[in-house]
C-alpha cells in the first residue's frame, strides 16, 4: 500500500516566491561542473496525431565549483513592474483546453483543463504535454521536470504519451496498425495534442522517434493476444520502463547523422522526472518517477477544499525510497550510495528517465563518449564519473503508480512540478485552485494566522479582499492564477504586486538561486458525469 507524505513541505521561506524572466544559476536537481545548453526546435510533429482544426546538483544535481553569495539587499535592487506588464510576464505560456459537448451535453469526467509555465532556467528545463486518445479513451496530462539541461523533458513531451497509447491499444488494433505501415497506406492517428504554441516537436528526430515506437508495438503484438484487454496500470508501467531503454538504446547506437547522434546522447546524459495522468471516466491513474506531485482537490460539504496527495515525491525524505535503493546495492555502499540527501551525492531525484551517468557501466559510458561527436567532450559533466560508482544501475525510471475512482466531490487535479510545491503547501495550493473556481473566498472570516498586525495592517487586508474579487477577473485561467500566488503571497497568504513584480524583475544571474521552474496542469472535473458514471459502474 502505498502511503503519501508531504515531503516538500519543509524548507519553504518568503525566498521561494522569488520568479520569472530570470533565468540564471541553477537551483538544479543536479551537482555538476556545468550544464548542457537545449537548443530549440520549433516544428510540428505529426506522427500518428490528429490536429483540430482550430535532476543534477537545488540544483537538481550538485555543482562541484564554489558557489557564490549574494547579500539578500542585491535581491531588493529590482525594479517595480506595472500591472499589465506583470500579467504579460505570467500569461505568456498559458494554454486552456475545454473539452468538447455532444448534444449540447459534457458526456466526459473532464471538462477541461488548464496549463501554465514559469521559466527561471535559460532556457526553461520543464516540459508539459496534453493529449486525448482517439483509439482507447481518455485523456492523458503529464509534467516533466528536466535537469542538467532541458533535451531529456522534450524527448519525453513528445514521446512518452505514444508510448503509453500504443500500449493501451488492443491487440487487432495493433495489427492493423502494423499492416497499414507494412502496406504503406496512413496510418490512423492514436492521439489528439492539446499544445500551447510554444510547445514544439523536434522535426529532426521523427523518424527515430517512429521507428523505435514501431519496434516497440511489433513486440506487444508478439506478447498479446486477440480479445485480451490491456491494463492501465501495465500499460503505464511498460510505456514508462520501455521509453527509457529506448532513449539508453539509442545513445548507444548512435546515428550516422551528426546532429541525431549529438541529439540522443544529450538526450541520454541529461534527464528528467515525469508526472503523467490517465484519466478514463472515473478512473484516474497517476503514474510518477521522480518529484513532481499530483494533488486531487476534494470539496468538503461546507463547501471547503481539502487536498488529497496522489503521488510520493522519489528523493531522500521519502523513507521508502531510500530503504529500496539501498536494498538494491551491497551493504558495503549503505553510506555512499545517498550522500547529503542526494542519489551518490549528486542527484536529489531517485527515479528519473535518461542520466544514463547513473545508469550505465564506467566502461560504456566511456566507450560512448569516445565514439562520439567533439562538441559532447567539450562538456565537462559528460565526462565525469559519479563518486563510489561500483555497482549500477543506482538510478530507474520505473514509476509508482496510483489509483483512485473518482467521487462527484474530486473537483479537479493539479499536477505540478517540484518548483511549485516548493513555494506553496499543498492545502494552499488546493485552497487558492478551489476559490477562484468556485468564488466562495470572500464568504470566508479573514484569518491572519498567528501573526501579530496593526490595524493599518488590518485595513490593508480588508482593502486587499474587497479588491480580490476584481483582481480575479485578471486572470482567465486557474494555473496563471495559482502561478500568481506562487509568486508573490505574502506572509498572510495574499497576492503582494510589490512583491510580485520584484520577484518578475529580477536579474537571471538570481533568479535561479531562489526558486525552480514552475509548470502546472489544473484538470476540473464534472462532478454529475462522475456521479452518473458510478452508477452505471455499480448497476
Known amino acids: 500500500m502505498a502511503t503519501f507524505s508531504d515531503n ?132 492523458l496530462l503529464g509534467v516533466f521536470d528536466g535537469h542538467a539541461g532541458c533535451a531529456c523533458a522534450q524527448a519525453l513531451s513528445e514521446r512518452l504519451f505514444y508510448y503509453v497509447a500504443v500500449s493501451l491499444l488492443p491487440h487487432n488494433t495493433l495489427c492493423e496498425l502494423e499492416a497499414a505501415v507494412e502496406a504503406g497506406r496512413a496510418l490512423s492517428p492514436i492521439l489528439q495534442w492539446h499544445k500551447h504554441p510554444n510547445d514544439y516537436f523536434s522535426r529532426e528526430a521523427q523518424n527515430l522517434y517512429f521507428n523505435s515506437l514501431r519496434t516497440y508495438w511489433q513486440e506487444l503484438i508478439d506478447l498479446t493476444s486477440p480479445g485480451e484487454a490491456p491494463d492501465t496500470h501495465e500499460a503505464l508501467l511498460s510505456a514508462f520502463k520501455r521509453l527509457d531503454q529506448d532513449i539508453s538504446l539509442e545513445a548507444q547506437v548512435g546515428d550516422p547523422n551528426a546532429f541525431l547522434h549529438y541529439w540522443v546522447l544529450r538526450v541520454a546524459f541529461s534527464g528528467a522526472t515525469a508526472c503523467v495522468a490517465h484519466i478514463d471516466g472515473p478512473d484516474l491513474f497517476i503514474a510518477n518517477a521522480g518529484d513532481a506531485r499530483a494533488v486531487l482537490g476534494v470539496q468538503e460539504e461546507d463547501g471547503s477544499f481539502r487536498a488529497h496527495t496522489l503521488s510520493n515525491d522519489h528523493n531522500a525524505q521519502n523513507e521508502d525510497e531510500v530503504a529500496r535503493i539501498r536494498s538494491e546495492h551491497p551493504a558495503s555502499e549503505r553510506k555512499t550510495v545517498i550522500r547529503q540527501d542526494r542519489l551518490l551525492g549528486l542527484l536529489m531525484p531517485f527515479r528519473a528517465f535518461g542520466d544514463v551517468k547513473f545508469k550505465w557501466s564506467i566502461e560504456l559510458q566511456k566507450r560512448v563518449l569516445e565514439s562520439g561527436p567533439d562538441q559532447l567532450h567539450e562538456n565537462e559533466h559528460t565526462k565525469f564519473i559519479p563518486p563510489n560508482y561500483h555497482t549500477p544501475p543506482y538510478l530507474t525510471a520505473a514509476p509508482e503508480i496510483t489509483y483512485h475512482k473518482l467521487r462527484p466531490q474530486d473537483r479537479f487535479l493539479v499536477i505540478g512540478s517540484d518548483g511549485l510545491w516548493e513555494t506553496l503547501h499543498r492545502q494552499e495550493v488546493v485552497r487558492i485552485v478551489g476559490e477562484y473556481l468556485t468564488g466562495v473566498h470572500q464568504r470566508q472570516p479573514l484569518k491572519v494566522g498567528g501573526y501579530r498586525v496593526t490595524l493599518g495592517q488590518m485595513q490593508g487586508l480588508l482593502e486587499e479582499r474587497k479588491a480580490r474579487l476584481s483582481s480575479a477577473f485578471e486572470d482567465q485561467n486557474s494555473a496563471t492564477h495559482l502561478m500568481r500566488h506562487a509568486v508573490g503571497n505574502n506572509e498572510f497568504g495574499t497576492v503582494d504586486h510589490e512583491r510580485l513584480s520584484k520577484m518578475l524583475s529580477l536579474p537571471e544571474e538570481l533568479a535561479r538561486m531562489y526558486r525552480d521552474d514552475i509548470t502546472i496542469i489544473i484538470a476540473q472535473f464534472n462532478p454529475h458525469v462522475i456521479g452518473a458514471q458510478r452508477q452505471e459502474g455499480q448497476s
Request: hydrophobic content about 35%; glycine content about 4%.
Open 8 to 139: 516538500s513541505d519543509l524548507g519553504r521561506s518568503s525566498l521561494g516566491f522569488l520568479t520569472h524572466l530570470l533565468r540564471g544559476l541553477p537551483h538544479t536537481k543536479f551537482l555538476a561542473s556545468s550544464l548542457l545548453p537545449c537548443q530549440q526546435y520549433h516544428s510540428q510533429l505529426m506522427l500518428l496525431t490528429h490536429q483540430p482544426a482550430s535532476r543534477w546538483p537545488s540544483r537538481k544535481w550538485q555543482s562541484h565549483q564554489s558557489s557564490r553569495s549574494y547579500q539578500t539587499a542585491s535581491v531588493l535592487q529590482s525594479y517595480i513592474l506595472t500591472p499589465p506588464q506583470v500579467n504579460s510576464i505570467l500569461k505568456a505560456n498559458e494554454y486552456s483546453f475545454k473539452v468538447p459537448e455532444f448534444d449540447g451535453k459534457n458526456v466526459s469526467s473532464v471538462m477541461g483543463f488548464e496549463s501554465n509555465q514559469l521559466p527561471a532556467n535559460a532556457p526553461i528545463e520543464d516540459r508539459r504535454s496534453a493529449a486525448t486518445c482517439l483509439q482507447t479513451r481518455g485523456m
